[in-house]
């Protein structure tokens, strides 16, 4: 029997199993048996191949019937064993309490009332949100309610066919060691005749707009300037939630920050888990902004953005000097929050000298070159907004969180938040967009001020897609070679240093070692070059790809200067890469 036609009996038993217990509803059985019915086994493998992983991020799927899908049995399975956790960790409270939030998908409602019955079934206090709501209010209702957990169903901004589960601990923040590692243990210790799926009523309370409004006035008090924006009070605004949960709340906080102008795109103002305006509902691909940039052109707006559907990043486009609308990316958002903050906390005399603004290793070394200058602590992280909720947790009582960011569209302004957070970052944004205005200027004139003062970087992410198995032992064995071969130049510059996160060593250009603090490690590997080029390289914790995140140096002696200097460090991205063998 080859190893094709092993999956496939070990894919058919397990079907049978589904087919023949009675723990499985009705609908769940019919599809089981169209799979098994059907020619065509794909199908039937991608369902059944192997069980949908809980990792440390939780879980993320297709949905569909099967042990390899998104569905009420996985969720199930999910949330028992982490209620098998809290009621371990916590044996000693006389109450246990959660919070159940979720966004627009598809099945997601579903998804959530499951989850409520289960937790409340297993003697936990649930607090279900009426309807969907953003991530970070999720985050928010945690702490504000003094809760252990709380969970929230999304996959965030991947496409229709997807739902997630994403749980979290007690400082509203994703789950990290010991706890990761726990609740997981407790998962993979369940089978469907533990799940305890009828709930008790007396233990779920509704809750919505009474934390809505503590939530919003919160965000309301991280305005820097509330001056400035009643002068520009009718900022021209387009925002979109792309179908989304931001809709709930981001148009709300931006009329409660004082702007009166503000136009949603009316056509995805609409929840709907098909997202039917765009072909993914993702603020970085730019082709998920066209409606709203349509709507700019025709009421010549000064700002567009665009939240995704759990509404935890933002997406934005500004007018350059020609007037034309570009697209901001990840690490650029990141910058101009961070520069806004620092600059004008300064100005107003904000600053007591204990701040400090966190960046993932994978964004923009601007940020530490603007933290720096301004005798701004900063820390660096890996990828995941857990991973700066950890280093707010640690710091708490002592330093003051004044924002910390990553490439990939989040941005956090707040520690009432230990998530990324488009509420507070589309408000905070329009802030900056008037304090521009104010002074005659653009977001992309504030672009070329940072560009002009620290220097000029770009960053591209080149994503190596490679799906499967065999995709998966491609990855792997990419990731080896480059250890066991550290590239010596990139781009005809020589490499200066290597930090191998995977063993938490760096390393010089003569091979001389030394230590990488971190809490652990992470399979991350990073180039430095002698004229400051740098790469870091990392496999996607969520999708079948390797992802190369290139940031080179430019120079520009003016605004003018830029297209040119873009053009010129784009095509070193492009040198780096061949470097590579991309």
């Known amino acids: 029997m080859d190893n094709n036609q092993n999956v496939l009996a070990h894919c058919e038993k397990v079907a049978q199993e589904w087919l023949s217990s009675s723990n499985y509803d009705a609908e769940t059985q019919k599809a089981v048996k169209a799979m098994l019915d059907n020619p065509d086994k794909t199908e039937l493998i991608d369902s059944f191949y192997r069980t949908l992983e809980f990792g440390t991020g939780g879980l993320r799927g297709i949905m569909g019937a099967g042990t390899n899908r998104m569905n009420i049995y996985t969720v199930g399975a999910a949330t028992q064993g982490l209620a098998n956790y809290l009621n371990a960790c916590f044996k000693d409270r006389e109450e246990i309490s959660v919070v159940v939030g979720h966004d627009s998908r598809n099945n997601s409602r579903l998804f959530a009332e499951s989850a409520a019955n289960i937790f409340s079934a297993n003697g936990i206090k649930v607090y279900l949100f009426d309807d969907m709501r953003p991530t ?43 706890h990761d590692k726990g609740i997981i243990d407790e998962v993979n210790k369940v089978s469907v005749a533990d799940i305890r799926f009828e709930g008790n009523p007396e233990l779920i309370e509704i809750i919505g707009k009474e934390v809505d409004d503590v939530y919003l006035e919160k965000v309301k008090s991280l305005s820097i300037d509330p001056a400035c924006i009643q002068r520009q009070k009718d900022l021209k605004i387009v925002y979109t939630p792309l179908h989304g949960t931001g809709m709930m709340l981001i148009p709300q906080s931006l009329k409660l920050w004082g702007f009166e102008n503000v136009h949603t795109v009316p056509e995805q103002m609409v929840k709907d888990g098909n997202f039917p305006t765009v072909k993914s509902p993702n603020p970085e691909n730019g082709e998920a902004l066209s409606m709203a940039l349509d709507l700019a052109k025709q009421i010549d707006a000064d700002i567009v953005m665009a939240s995704d559907p759990d509404a935890d990043r933002v997406g934005m486009a500004c007018k350059n000097d020609k007037g034309e609308w570009i697209l901001i990316d990840g690490n650029q958002t990141c910058m101009i929050f961070l520069y806004y903050i620092i600059m004008n906390r300064q100005a107003q005399g904000k600053m007591v000298g204990n701040e400090f603004v966190v960046k993932t290793i994978v964004t923009t070394e601007l940020i530490k070159a603007i933290a720096e200058k301004n005798n701004i602590k900063m820390y660096d992280c890996y ?43 589309c408000s905070l944004l329009a802030e900056i967009c008037a304090w521009a205005k104010d002074q005659g200027k653009t977001l992309y004139d504030v672009l070329m001020e940072i560009y002009l003062e ?41 490499v200066v240093c ?58 520009m002696a003016s605004a003018a200067d830029y297209p040119a200097a873009q053009a010129a460090a784009i095509e070193k991205v492009e040198a780096v890469a061949k470097s590579l063998g991309l």
């Not at 490439?407 to 009432?416: I, V, W």
């Not at 080896?480 to 550290?486: I, P, S, T, V």
């Not at 790809?545 to 290139?550: H, Q, R, S």
Request: net charge negative.
């Open 383 to 425: 990828t995941g907004f857990k991973w700066i909720a950890r280093q707010i947790r640690l710091d708490e009582g002592k330093l003051q969180y004044i924002g910390g960011g990553e490439e990939s569209y989040g941005f956090l302004a707040e520690d009432f938040v230990r998530d990324k957070d488009a509420v507070s970052a």
């Open 498 to 555: 290597t930090k191998d996160y995977g063993v938490l060593k760096t390393y010089d250009a003569e091979g001389q070692e030394g230590p990488l603090d971190f809490p652990e490690a992470s399979n991350v590997l990073q180039w430095y070059t002698a004229d400051g080029t740098k790469v870091s390289v990392r496999p996607s914790g969520t999708e079948p790809k390797i992802k190369f995140y290139v940031e080179v140096k430019g120079e």
């Open 454 to 494: 620290y220097g000029l970087a770009v960053n591209k992410t080149i994503n190596v897609v490679k799906p499967g198995k065999s995709g998966a032992d491609e990855i792997k064995a990419m990731m080896e070679n480059f250890r066991a071969n550290r590239p010596k130049e990139l781009a005809g510059s020589p």
């Open 136 to 178: 970070p209010e999720m985050s928010f209702a945690i702490r504000h309610l003094g809760c252990q957990s709380g969970i929230i169903l999304t996959a965030s901004h991947n496409p229709k066919e997807y739902n997630g589960y994403k749980a979290y601990w007690d400082d509203g923040a994703q789950v990290l060691a010991p």
